[in-house]
């Protein structure tokens, strides 16, 4: 890989310019409370729609490395997570703060995010090209159960309730078979209307379930106003140092959870944050600490969400699955911009794949001087009024989502999918599935009837090379090991 | 957002997955290929109507008194159901005055119309309109050449 002509290829006046625009919007959407780092993801779409790959991808890396970090900010200064990533320490990082040790547990979420997304980002660089050697021998077969494998990771993981992430995975798979059937090419569900013979598009979806969803939430509960947030004071960087040296190996071991948990398809910084916190409680020395203001879990869940923004990269670029819902969004954005996610961008398009490492590395060291920015500004940002800045956003992914095929009919899919998104979310069914269904729903048909037309419709193709001979012996382990287990907790709790 | 059981729910994903097995039927096939365009969404159809029973079948189980849907905090607060319904409002009203009146006009009318349904006093909402249409005009139209529908403000434009 030619480092050399990526650093050239990311260091010039346009993408440095959209690096350091999306990394300050970036920041302020993750210090706003409920605005999440995937919306701030999806409302850069429209404008990463008329940019080179480069530069498209930088923003959204990016954007997201910033707003996972500042998430950490009102967490601390409000008991506020500003993003979900954040939601898992609030209570700890408020405790410290009240103690008057604000600037050190800010510091430590800094100096620990900056870490970790490092961490997610050495592993990207190191496994990422080796799996793709692999994958490279990889057919349609293979593909199919891949696929199927990252779809079911994604249901299983995100819903308390199966049913209702197995529903939320195929309302997406269902809304990837809207238009022209790739085969025949035949209209599918597009009742008779010229807009949907090219498909839904992925774009407004995107803005719909993630920027219109979560405005329909802020909207109905616009009158309860934040209270104001502490001062911040001193110099707050080598406030957490001492913290971060004395707990090393637990940022070292929230970088190595968040990157696997970013790795598995559907699990994110969100389920990073909770689990890391929670493995830290485990294997702490005083757990008794925990919850009365103690920095140790903190540390922890700080690298780990940020490392798994890097980690699921993997999955992301070396077969096409997405590792979160952010990584479907930048597939979608490879898409769009005639990229195939898979080994073969390794070898078609190394060029741009060394330049996302490149950005991953800028951005997170971006992450130390402009996250001090961030936290010294926080207490200004958090003062502005959010009847103003509901509907600024608004507006902007209307005009976003107008903009990317002028068609009026995109803005009735922003709306339909965005009230659909809001009663899904309140009514415990998880997005994530949904955006994999229609970001991965093409992936599956095709490979699928490609597989059947090679092998002649005969079915025990699917299983007779020996990797996808295995990875349908992992889809079918999936499904039917927890399936076992339950039954035998019901059978256990029977038997007294 | 309604707050809805899990028998509702569960329903209507039943019979939505009814609905789309169902067209599904009515897709030709097509001879030379093994795999017919209506199997996939059929096989989506036949899961989803799965779904919708399961969870109906659960929710039956748990037996406790759940009322089909909760009327949620946020409906008896005018203040929020009008904040919620300027949201489509406004998608719907940019949809429909942006062709004939082009950006620049539509996008002062509706963040004007947004800002004051969410409470901001006129004179706030007015400069909050301006510099927010402008500055949309000069992001998209004139730094990143994308082009916005164009109208009679646009046309004085030099």
């Known amino acids: ?496 | 957002m309604l707050k809805v059981s899990d028998l509702a729910s569960g329903l209507a994903i039943a019979g939505l997955g009814l609905a789309i097995l169902l067209r599904a039927r009515t897709f030709p096939s097509v001879g030379a290929s093994p795999v017919s365009p209506a199997f996939y969404p059929g096989l989506i159809g036949a899961v989803l109507t799965a779904c919708g029973l399961a969870l109906v079948v659960m929710s039956l189980k748990k037996k406790a008194a759940l009322p089909i849907a909760v009327i949620p905090d946020w409906m008896r607060r005018p203040g929020n159901v009008v904040a919620v319904l300027a949201v489509p409002a406004a998608i719907i009203a940019y949809g429909l005055l942006s062709p004939p009146l082009g950006f620049l006009a539509t996008s002062v009318l509706v963040t004007f119309g947004l800002l004051l349904a969410f409470r901001v006093n006129v004179l706030w909402s007015a400069g909050v309109a301006l510099v927010l249409s402008v500055s949309l005009h000069v992001i998209f139209v004139m730094l990143m050449r994308v082009p916005l529908p164009y109208g009679v403000i646009e046309a004085m434009l030099p």
């Open chain 1, 1 to 496: 890989m030619n480092f050399v002509a990526a650093i050239q290829t990311v260091f010039q006046p346009f993408t440095l310019f959209v690096i350091g625009a999306s990394a300050i919007f970036g920041l302020f959407v993750g210090s706003m409370p409920g605005l999440t780092a995937t919306m701030a993801a999806a409302l850069l779409v429209p404008l990463t729609f008329y940019m080179d790959p480069v530069p498209a991808i930088g923003a959204i890396v990016t954007c997201s490395a910033m707003s996972i970090f500042a998430g950490d900010i009102p967490g601390a200064l409000l008991r506020i997570p500003g993003t979900p990533a954040s939601a898992a320490y609030v209570s700890e990082a408020y405790l410290l703060g009240r103690r008057g040790e604000l600037s050190r547990v800010l510091s430590v979420n800094l100096l620990a995010s900056a870490f970790g997304g490092i961490f997610g980002t050495m592993a990207l660089i190191l496994l990422a090209p080796q799996l793709a050697q692999i994958a490279l021998r990889f057919s349609s077969y293979e593909y199919f159960w891949l696929a199927l494998i990252g779809l079911s990771a994604a249901t299983l993981i995100s819903a308390s309730n199966p049913f209702k992430g197995i529903t939320s995975l195929f309302l997406g798979l269902f809304l990837a078979t809207v238009g022209l059937d790739v085969v025949t090419g035949m209209p599918r569900y597009t009742f008779g209307t010229v807009d949907l013979m090219g498909g839904v598009s992925l774009i407004a979806a995107l803005i719909g379930l993630f920027a219109i969803a979560e405005l329909f939430r802020k909207a109905s509960t616009i009158h309860e106003d934040l209270p104001p947030p502490e001062q911040v004071k001193g110099a707050i960087l080598l406030q957490g140092v001492s913290s971060i040296m004395f707990y090393k190996w637990n940022a070292l071991r929230g970088g190595v959870i968040g990157t696997i948990l970013g790795i598995l398809p559907g699990a994110g910084a969100d389920i990073a944050g909770w689990i890391s916190y929670a493995v830290s409680k485990r294997f702490s020395k005083t757990p008794e600490k925990f919850g009365t203001g103690h920095i140790e879990g903190v540390v922890d869940a700080s690298a780990s969400n940020n490392a798994s923004l890097g980690g699921a990269y993997v999955p992301a670029l070396v077969f096409g699955i997405p590792g979160d819902s952010i990584t479907a969004i930048v597939i979608g954005v490879l898409l769009i911009k005639g990229m195939n996610p898979g080994p073969t961008v390794f070898t078609q398009s190394g060029d741009i794949v060394s330049a996302i490492f490149v950005v991953f590395i800028l951005a997170n060291l971006l992450l130390i001087p402009l996250g001090l920015l961030a936290i010294k500004a926080a207490r200004h940002v958090l003062r502005i009024n959010q009847r103003i800045l509901l509907p600024i956003i608004l507006m902007f992914s209307i005009v976003g989502a107008f903009a990317v095929n002028n068609a009026v009919f995109d803005l009735w899919i922003i709306l339909a999918l965005g009230v659909v998104g809001w009663f899904m979310e309140e009514n415990g069914f998880p997005i994530a599935p949904m955006v994999l269904g229609l970001v991965l729903g093409k992936i599956v048909e095709e490979s699928f009837t490609n597989s059947m037309i090679k092998a002649g419709g005969d079915l025990v193709a699917f299983v007779d090379r020996p990797i996808a001979g295995g990875l349908a012996f992992v889809f079918f382990a999936i499904w039917i090991v927890p399936a076992l287990m339950r039954l035998r907790r019901a059978w256990s709790t029977r038997a007294f």
